[in-house]
């Protein structure tokens, strides 16, 4: 009995590519097995493979989110193959003409996983469906809201990340993770993260496109790579010096009374 592979909507057909339609047989550019079109009226059309599944274990089953995403992108973009210096190979969902690798996440993704492919694709950015579990979105706007501003005016905030899902599951990964909420206008950025916090950022999602459709440079280049960097290192670098400071003496008149109170509650039992 056959199973089906990964989904994709590309294939090569006579060496080219071609997206499915009813009819079409092709090969899969992964790993040159045979896949067939699915053209479906429930699902949306794609190829999938015939026999062994596809040895690129990293893919996902496809859906109308990921290929809304890789839309933004052209063609020659889509679904790229690339190759490590080992032979190990693995299909992209978006390479950009800057040679950013973009993956569009929409399930559970293992650590283990998630470290294989930061560590794979040297320019990797992650864009995480944040609308799969009701609980993430008001989760993570939660942790928002009751942020603080790394600096005055600054679309940056650093959150506690205890009550947030998501937070917690890209916390470790040393790529940029940006975090789609189902808006029109924005993405989450999730910049960095330490024990408990993060620094988040509420980013444009047209700047974000625009951002990675450019071949040369752009002006948010600067501010990605120095600007921000410099931000949060001031600010972390504020924060050491006030806890170096002594507390002042109503400080620690606040701090005995609320020990003096802990102490008397324990004695009651």
Known sequence: MSRSGPDMKYALVNGERHEAQSGLSGTCPTCDRPVVAKCGEVRIWHWAH?????????QEPETEWH??????FPVPCQEVVLRAATGE???ADVKTDRGWVI??????LKPEERRSRDAFYPKLIWVVNGTRRKRDRAQLLNAWNHGGRVAVNSPVRKVFSFDCALLKEWAGSHAPVFFDLGEPDVLWWLIKSTDGSAYVHRFSRAEFIGWHLSRAAHPLDEFVSVTLPRLIADYEADIRA???????????????QHFARRGRHRGRF
Request: with cysteine; charged share 30%; proline share 5%.
């Open 242 to 256: 006030q806890a170096l400071q002594p507390a002042s003496p109503q400080t620690l008149e606040r701090l005995r």
């Open 50 to 58: 015939l026999g062994r599944r596809c040895d690129d274990h990293w």
């Open 67 to 72: 290929r809304a995403w890789k839309g933004h």
């Open 103 to 108: 993956e569009f996440q929409y399930s559970f």
């Open 89 to 91: 190979k693995h299909r």
